[in-house]
């Protein structure tokens, strides 16, 4: 079973740049039509998908947050990356990494099948 670890900062300052790390562990992330994804849930609000970095290494961002998001892997530590710059105080809320293992869709939340168990981050001066 593949396990997906996130971790990274809790508190992030705004204007400043976000880099969160999610170690996979029980599979490779470039087995083959596995996608790998950045989910976040703001506080009271519903999940929302940031981008994804395919088994090839291809990636697809939100467009709405592709200006300010870069997803980047290295295969040699099973480990998926994002960075996030220009935070602001809506970008708070829990961030999750997530792994399709067929192609679904990337914004089918439930055709997710495994999960990290999410980390907060909080955009605060």
């Known amino acids: 079973q593949v396990q997906l670890q996130e971790s990274g900062p809790g508190l992030v300052k705004p204007s400043q740049t976000l880099s969160l790390t999610c170690t996979v562990s029980?599979?490779?992330?470039?087995?083959?039509?596995?996608?790998w994804s950045w989910i976040r849930q703001p506080p009271g609000k519903g999940l929302e998908w940031m981008g994804a970095?395919?088994?090839?290494?291809?990636?697809y961002y939100n467009p709405s947050l592709k200006s300010r998001t870069s997803i980047s892997r290295d295969t040699s530590k099973n480990t998926m990356y994002l960075q996030m710059n220009n935070l602001k105080i809506e970008d708070t809320g829990v961030y999750y990494c997530?792994?399709?293992?067929?192609?679904?869709?990337?914004?089918?939340?439930?055709?997710?099948?495994?999960w990290g168990q999410g980390t907060q981050v909080t955009v605060s001066s």
């Open positions: 029980g599979g490779s992330i470039t087995t083959s039509y596995y996608y």
């Open positions: 970095i395919g088994y090839e290494g291809s990636n």
């Open positions: 997530a792994v399709q293992t067929s192609p679904s869709g990337l914004l089918a939340f439930d055709a997710y099948d495994n």
